[in-house]
Structure formats: C-alpha cells, structure tokens
C-alpha cells in the first residue's frame, strides 16, 4: 500500500478512469499544460492529448452546460471548476438542468457528469476563496454531492462518481489536498455513493462530520480520551444522498450527538442530519443535538485573526464535546 | 438541372404540406387552450419557414435538435405525431416527451433526436454545444442544430457556447429565429447592432441573415451550413427573419405592446400564404390539390384532437420514478 495525499489520489483516480474508459474526458479552466491550479491534471495533457484534456475559456455557466451536452449525449465529463467560489454561474445548468434531465425527460436522458471543484477555508484565501458551496446542491433531489476526507475515501469515491449514471458534485476541500496523507491500496477498488464510514468507535459522544473537518474532530477525538470521554467519528463521505441508517446506528449507541461542518450553519447540511436523528431516534437522546457550523457572516474574511474566528479547529470542538459530555 | 428542379418541386409540395398541418395543429392547439383544455401555448404561426426549411436539410434521427418552446414545426416534421403533440398540451397520458411531467413540447425524444429539456431561455444552447463535442470526439459526423430567438440571443449562455463551439470548430448550427420581439421586448431595446448575425464575427464564424419566410432560402443556407458543419469545417450562425403572429403565449395579450396595424403588416410575409402562391405559379400545385392538403390536414388534427381528449391523465405511481438510476 502507498502512503499518497488526497491530492494525488485525486489525480490518481481520474488517470485511472480515462485510461480505463475513453467516454471520460476532462474539461476546466488551466487543466492543460498548466496542469490545473492545483496540479491535479498534471502530466494529463500529455498523456490524454488535447482532445480529452479541454483548456476552456473562463466560462464557468459554459463549462457545466457543455458538459452537461456531452453527458446527455454518451460521454462522461469530469467538469474542474477552478475554485468553489466560482461554482455559483453554474448553478442554472447543475441545479436548474442537470439535476432534472432524467425525470423531465422520464428517464429517456441522463446526465452522467462530474463536476470537481476545490473547496473551504483555512488557507487564508479570504471571501472568493473558502467557501463552501455542498449545501446550495445538496438541496436538490437528482443530484449527488460528495465530500471526501481522506486519500483512500478521495479516490474510490471519485472513481465510483465518474461511472456513475446520474450528476454528482464532487467537492474537495482545498487544505486536505497536500496536507493529508493516508494509505491507499495498489490493487483497484471503489467506495460507494451514500455510505458513510465510521472513522473512530467511541461510546459516550456521536461526531457526524465530513471533509477537513473529520480531521479536527478526529484531533478532538484523541483529545477527549485523556479525559475519559470515549468519542465516535462517522464521516458522511456523502451529503446527498446521506446514509441515514449509520446516522441513526451512532446516535442509537451514544445517545449525544455533535454534527460538525464548515459550511453556515443554518441551514446546513447538519440541519437535516439533526432532523433526521430527531424523527428517527428521539427516544434514544440523552441531550440536545448540537450543531457547530460557520457563523452567520457570508464568507470568511481574509485576516488571520479573523479567518480562525470562522474556521472551526479542534479546540471548538473539545469546548463542546466537553458542554456535551457534561450536559 | 431539370431533374434538381424536379426534386426541389417535390421537396417544396413536401414541405408544403407538412406547413398546413402544422398550421392546422397550432390553430387547434390555440382552440384547445381558449377553450380552457390546454394550460398553456406558444404557438409557431409565422415561424414554420424557419423549422421545416431548417429541418429538411438535416439527417432525420441522426442529427440532433436542441429546440426551444416556440419550434412546433420541428417536433411535427422530425417525426412526432399531432395526436402525441396534442397530449402533451393536454397534459395526458402516452405524451412522448416527458410522459406529461413537463411543459408541452419539453422533453427529449432520442430516436428522433430532439431535446427541449428547460423553459430557462438559453441554457440549451451550451448543452447543444456539449453534444457537438461529442459528435467531433466521437468522430461522428452528425450535426446539432440549436434553435433559439431572438431573446435568447441576449443570454450570457449563448455568448459562452458560440464562443466555445468557433474555437473547437464544432458541428452545430446555431439557427436563430427572429421575430422581432421577446416577449414585448422589441429588438431596439435587446441590441444596438442590426441584427444578430452581424455577432457571428466577433466568434470567427460566418453569420447569414435571411428572409426566414422563404422556405427555399431557409433549406438552402441551411443545407450548405450543414455540409459545412459535417465536414468539420466549423459552426454557422443563421439568423432567419420570422414573424410571430400571435402574442408570446396564450398567456399573454400582445395588444398591450403591438399594433394590430403591425401584425397585419406581417402577415403580409406569412410563410404559408407565400409558399402556396409560389407552388400555384409555378403549377407544382393546384386548387383541387391544395383543398385536399387542407381537408386532410384538418382530418388529422381532428383525429388527433379526438384521441388526445379521450387519453387518460397519466397514473400517479410514477412520480417518484427518474429521479436517480435504479
């Protein structure tokens, strides 16, 4: 097993697909010889050649609806959008059209396409450059949005979003890309769609997360064992559509529940995770869910003191990990 | 030569009578919605030249329409029939498109290569440029029309996919229907330039305007933008010159923004009433003949009026159906 960022796995996921099928091609703003800001398609132009690597002009409504055209008619597009932040001119074509080919069409159409983009905060990118964007999607019956955490989950979840059949946003956080490493199997694999993963047991408290911030809760995780506090971590992997049924198994076990997420709170995708456990497993709470989510500005300012008032670390999640453990 | 004129005699008594049906279907379709049996219309009277001209130089069920609500005349000569057309107005049972969950005429049928998947003005137009894509990937030479009007001209979506389609040179056609208004908007106040296709420069691809009222004309420039796009040399945009003679929709009263002056001047250029002139002059038809397409015509849209009314609403077990592959 190779030790590789989320990053590579990234890379390597798409390289595995384009060698394997010739319906998958990759269109994006840089994705060409500069081998996309991130480098996640690099060595790709020279590999695939211009035809399958797409250098597009910087129309983000195009890139999606483009794509949308090729996947109703037999290929499968991977759409990079360069930066989330820049997501928001395609939601006509994702939300408005992609989202709805199959039932408007009674199921003669479907949209098999991916749209990546690099997402969240922390890496001092300010207003344009953090954002969150799984929510607006997330929303939306006919698509799906997946938001791995780590190296092995990047790349058998991307793998397994490419083939499939219907739309899936694909969202990246951004500080995972080279910051997290993990192991990943030589041999090919993929992981589902709408199975979420429970990345550490515990007992006393429930953490239901996903992306960077399995990271954080993970830390926080270790944290609260030096004082007893026995922490599971079940990271979504998926937020459209969720796995309702593992949300509902730890809540069942632990009794106190902690949904942690980057996005805005309100209205958040931990919103409908707290609907979800209070419809399903009311009887089993031992104190209130406990959401902490961005806070109520629109997007994360630039300056260092400010930019960790947003973004949530392992210490806000101890603070309350310990008002839960307590209550 | 001789035989040339031959088959363009044919083509245009073809043509001819593919027009009068539509024309007869859309006047029922009007019929329907006043009285009170179809939510909603935009009909197609004075845009028909422009759809089966267009239409005719095309490879049926090879080559692919991404239509917009206005092209009646293209789903009736691509292949569906008026009494599926009529179910979709009347919201029934065995509509074809989209099983009646959609608006009438949105929807997709793949073996006759049309898609009508948004109300949202110009967002197909890119999707058709994605398909276009396909086509060139696939080494395929089929070729994509996308209709739009003149509003749509206006989208940021439309600028965005001629843009991408002239870079890559791809196999699609970019056919505007300009009748002057969207909705009450008149061209004056939706461009400073004369028209739209003077735009086609700005993307390094030719742009034709035409009399979108001569059928000829139409087929003609469409059948050379065709070979063009199929021998890979790249899009065309057709800016063909309509006119619409009823209001936007049967939801809308035209008499608020339009003169009915105007419109008589119109329908001084009605596609109709010029190609049956032409085909009298030149003897491809008579009177007796033209009565019989008209009887005819009627005869099958009473049909299909008939069968469409008696259809059942579609059954509620399938709502949930299409939203992800099962």
């Known amino acids: 097993m190779a030790v590789i960022t989320v990053l590579e796995a990234i890379r390597e996921a798409m390289r595995e697909e384009m060698r394997n099928d010739d319906r998958v091609f990759i269109m994006g703003e840089d994705i060409g010889a500069r081998g996309g800001v991130f480098l996640a398609t690099e060595g790709f132009l020279s590999e695939f050649g211009e035809e399958r690597i797409i250098d597009t002009p910087l129309a983000e409504s195009s890139i999606a609806g483009i794509a949308l055209g090729a996947a109703m ?46 997402q969240g905060g922390g890496v001092r990118g300010a207003l344009y450059h953090s954002q969150s964007v799984e929510a607006i999607f997330a929303h939306t019956p006919g698509l799906k949005v997946v938001t791995p955490s780590t190296p092995y989950d990047a790349k058998g979840l991307l793998k397994s979003s490419i083939r499939d059949d219907d739309p899936v946003i694909f969202l ?37 997360t996903y992306g960077l911030m399995v990271h954080h809760c993970l830390e926080a995780a270790q944290m609260a064992s030096l004082k007893n506090i026995s922490v599971e971590v079940l990271d979504l992997r998926t937020v459209r559509p969720l796995d309702v049924e593992s949300i509902i198994n730890t809540v069942k076990k632990t009794g106190k529940t902690l949904i942690v997420y980057e996005d805005n709170q309100a209205l958040g995708i931990g919103s409908e995770v707290s609907a979800l456990i209070s419809q399903h497993a009311f009887e089993y709470l031992d104190a209130p869910v406990i959401r902490l989510g961005g806070p109520e500005v629109p997007a994360m300012p630039f300056s260092p003191p400010l930019e960790n008032m947003f973004m949530i670390d392992a210490e806000k999640i101890s603070t309350a990990i310990k008002e839960l453990a307590e209550y | 030569m001789e035989t040339n004129l031959k088959i363009q005699d044919e083509l245009l008594l073809k043509m001819y009578k593919e027009m009068v049906l539509c024309r007869t279907l859309d006047e029922r379709i009007w019929m329907l919605n006043r009285q009170g049996k179809a939510a909603i219309m935009a009909s197609s009277q004075g845009h028909e030249a422009g759809q089966i001209g267009s239409v005719a130089a095309l490879r049926k069920g090879y080559d692919q329409c991404y239509i917009y609500y206005r092209d009646l005349a293209v789903l009736l000569t ?107 908007v008149p061209l004056s106040k939706q461009m400073a330039v004369a028209n739209v296709a003077a735009r086609a420069e700005g993307y390094g691809m030719p742009g034709i305007e035409i ?34 003679y009823l209001p936007h929709t049967s939801d809308d009263d035209d ?72």
């Not at chain 2, 080494?139 to 003149?150: L, N, S, W």
């Not at chain 2, 989208?155 to 969207?182: Q, R, S, T, V, W």
């Not at chain 2, 003897?283 to 008696?310: M, P």
């Open chain 1, 73 to 118: 008619s037999g290929l499968r597009p991977i759409a990079e959008i360069e930066f989330a932040d820049f997501i928001w001119p395609t939601i006509n074509q994702i939300v408005g059209e992609a989202a709805k080919v199959r039932y408007g069409t009674e199921g003669k159409l479907n949209a098999p396409m991916v749209l990546r983009a690099p």
């Open chain 1, 172 to 208: 990246e956080h951004k500080r995972t890309y080279r910051l997290v490493k993990g192991e990943v199997p030589d041999q090919e694999y993929t992981i589902p769609l709408g199975k979420a993963d429970v990345k550490k047991l515990g007992e006393d408290i429930s953490i239901i």
């Open chain 2, 78 to 184: 691509l292949g569906l029939t008026p009494a599926e057309i009529i179910k979709g107005f009347v919201a029934k049972e065995g509509e074809p498109l989209s099983g009646a969950r959609q608006f009438p005429t949105h929807g997709a049928h793949p073996e006759y290569g049309v898609i009508n998947l948004s109300n949202v003005i110009a967002t197909h137009i890119p999707q058709a440029v994605g398909a276009a894509l396909t086509a060139k990937m696939k080494k395929e030479d089929r070729v994509i029309v996308a209709y739009f009007g003149d509003g749509a001209s206006s989208a940021g979506d439309c600028h965005e996919a001629m843009n991408f389609a002239a870079i890559h040179k791809l196999p699609i056609i970019f056919f505007c229907e300009n009748n002057g208004y969207a909705i009450s």
């Open chain 2, 211 to 244: 009399d979108g009222c001569d059928i000829l004309a139409v087929y003609e420039t469409t059948v050379e933008a065709v070979a063009k796009a199929r021998a890979g040399l790249g899009p065309t945009l057709i800016e063909a010159n309509v006119e619409r």
């Open chain 2, 255 to 326: 008499s608020i923004y339009r003169s009915s002056q105007e419109i008589e001047e119109a329908k001084k250029r009605d596609p109709l009433r010029l190609l049956r002139e032409q085909l009298l002059e030149r003897k491809i038809l008579d009177l007796k003949e033209d009565k019989h397409i008209h009887e005819s015509a009627k005869e099958i849209v009473n049909k299909a009026t008939e069968e469409a009314e008696n259809a059942p609403y579609p059954e509620t077990t399938d709502f949930f159906k299409h939203v992800y592959a099962e």
